[in-house]
């Protein structure tokens, strides 16, 4: 789309301008994706988003099912990320923040045209950083308060619904 088209797409909220988001990033916890998470994964790919999720765990393993599937996912993990190099003076969740801006700057996006959903606390500082924010209860009290909307628990479809909120941020 051009940066014309994108433009006329844009939403007043609260009296500014938000740009149609074009970045998606999300963080995970210890358990796989849910066939219904990687159904609203698919969603977020067709709508054209280019997506990141944030993971502590071994990356290997969420890199192999999002490739099963389909999903044209780019893995941030903690351990291969900026908080991993030499003298990085990043905390965890800064790193987060770090991360998806390169990510960003790496697809010609900027952070305001970023949405995350934050999962878990680590996800709360990247979540702040960006245009738009969601969050699960699980993120803590921080990420609820800044998010727009914030959503139940992944055991409870919230990360399906959190993506489908993304989604109708797009279209």
Not at 158 to 166: K, M, S
């Amino acid at each position: 789309m051009s940066k014309a088209k994108e433009r006329a797409f844009e939403v007043v909220r609260g009296g500014r301008f938000l740009p149609t988001p074009s970045v998606l990033a999300f963080g995970m916890d210890e358990d796989p994706l849910s066939d219904r998470e990687l159904g609203a994964l698919r969603w977020v790919r067709d709508a054209g988003y280019a997506i990141a999720v944030f993971t502590h765990e071994p990356a290997e393993p969420l890199r192999a099912q999002l490739a099963e599937h389909g999903i044209p996912a780019t893995v941030l993990a903690d351990d291969e990320g900026p908080a991993s190099e030499p003298d990085a003076p990043f905390t965890e969740a800064a790193a987060r923040a770090e991360a998806l801006a390169r990510f960003c700057a790496q697809r010609g996006a900027t952070l305001e045209q970023a949405v995350v959903i934050a999962v878990t606390p680590r996800d709360c500082e990247a979540m702040m950083s960006a245009g738009r924010a969601l969050a699960l209860y699980g993120a803590g009290i921080d990420a609820s308060v800044a998010a727009e909307q914030t959503f139940f628990d992944r055991a409870m479809s919230g990360l399906v619904h959190a993506l489908n909120a993304a989604v109708a941020m797009r279209v």
